[in-house]
């Protein structure tokens, strides 16, 4: 199994027709539109769950419940890049109408996810008992302590089943059919919704909280996946007769700097409130955590559109189109800017105001705490934008290295400026390690990528 064909091996790419390239737009606006309400609708049940479980779980509840979040999220590494690397190998098939090479792609990834998951169910009721969790998450309500542990079991369970159903929208994205994904994820955000309704009304515990939110998103990707292998695309079925020996090792290859991308990914995005649980309390997650999550609501516009831009980048860069790779990445990025700016003042004149009537005044961040978050905003939407082009053209590999180096550096100056300057150090670490090791790297391996370089790894 090779990579898709590389760009520079194609002097001049032949103009491709016009149809092929509205194609891709179609799909593109298609999967985007159908994002809006997928993820949208994810988005407004995240919105509408704020100021339903801060006031129902307090201050300090909430700050749990967000951090048992972010430590369970982190297990998703433990895929091992191997859900990022499926959709290229999808689209890699799909460029050359290769049902059979799809099929084997898809079963060989499919049960090296499913033997990850259950290695990790293993070594979970093993360990289990000798973690101290309310001791890890600082937790002072001994009510809340008592619950801590069953809360983070409930998670991780459902982690387990959300790590082999989340390669649903891996092969439909590959197809560059994401909109089906999106209308399966749409109706698990509003069962999700519902449950949270339904707990807080029967005043049921954190654990019984945390299976009400996690659970409908992980059984409707699961749903999805049956209906992908038994209706959508029966020829996807993963009968273990197709795993293929030699393409776990290939799989492997690719995946292995995915791995190191979602590893320093997960320390940048979900160590922050580990970190503030940790070295202050999780009172003090709450402002943090609503504002990031006000700032996520904003980047969700442009980022909508990443997912069904990386399979089409991935079957134009296997076709060698490279004009319409420019074309679209150009948009995207004007896209971007233009969202971000907006929000941008939006945030900084009525941030507070906003967040005050809409989690309470326990959740109103600091005028700096904002300022910050608008930095951190386009930093992070625009080397998003850029990873996006570099994984569809399978160009990761400064980027992983790099990745990692800034993890490390985010992770330590977080930790020393949390103690010195609150919460504001901890954004303020994160903006500090990405400008100095990923906003440059990552602009000239884009810009090398546009000028047809592919190949070449700086």
Known sequence: ???????????????????????????????????????????????????????????????????????????????????????????????????????????????LVVGVSTLLGLAGLIFWPYIRWPVLFHVQDPGLARETSSAVAVAFVVFLCALP???????????????????????????????????????????????????????????????????????????????????????????????????????????????????????????????????SYITAVPILILPSLWPAYSEAHAKGDLAWIRSAYARTRWVTLAVLTAGCIMLVVEGQNIVRLWAGASAVPSTMLLRLMCVWMFIFAITLNQSCLMGATARVKRQAVFSMIAAGANLVLSILWVKTMGVDGVILGTIVSYLLFIVVVQTIEVHSILRGNAAKCI
């Not at 194609?10 to 309400?37: C, D, H, M, N, V």
């Not at 996807?236 to 030699?246: A, D």
């Not at 290939?250 to 995915?258: A, L, M, N, P, V």
């Open 1 to 111: 199994m090779t990579l898709p064909v590389h760009i520079q091996d194609i002097a001049e790419p032949l103009e491709k027709p016009a149809g092929e390239s509205k194609r891709r737009y179609r799909r593109i606006a298609a999967a985007t539109l159908s994002g809006f309400l997928g993820k949208g609708a994810n988005l407004l049940v995240s919105a509408a769950t704020v100021p339903l479980t801060v006031r129902y779980l307090g201050s300090e509840g909430y700050g749990l419940w967000i951090t048992i979040s972010s430590t369970v999220t982190m297990f998703f590494v433990m895929d091992i890049g191997i859900a990022a690397t499926l959709t290229n190998l999808i689209s890699e098939a799909y460029a050359h109408d290769d049902k059979q090479r799809a099929a084997n792609y898809f079963t060989t990834a499919f049960w």
């Open 165 to 295: 159903s989340g390669l649903a929208a891996k092969v439909l994205g590959g197809y560059q059919e994401l909109h089906a994904a999106n209308f399966f994820a749409t109706a698990g955000s509003l069962a999700s919704l519902l449950g949270v309704i339904l707990v807080i009304h029967l005043h049921g515990s954190l654990p019984m909280l945390v299976a009400a939110f996690a659970g409908p998103a992980a059984a409707a990707n699961g749903i999805c996946l049956v209906w992908i292998c038994l209706f959508h695309k029966p020829w996807l079925k993963p009968w273990p007769s197709r795993i293929k020996g030699p393409l776990i090792g290939d799989i492997f290859r690719s995946s292995s700097q995915f791995f190191l991308i979602q590893i320093a990914g997960l320390v940048v995005f979900n160590s922050d409130n580990i970190v503030i649980s940790h070295y202050l309390s999780p009172a003090q997650v709450t402002p943090y955590n609503v504002t990031w999550r006000l700032v």
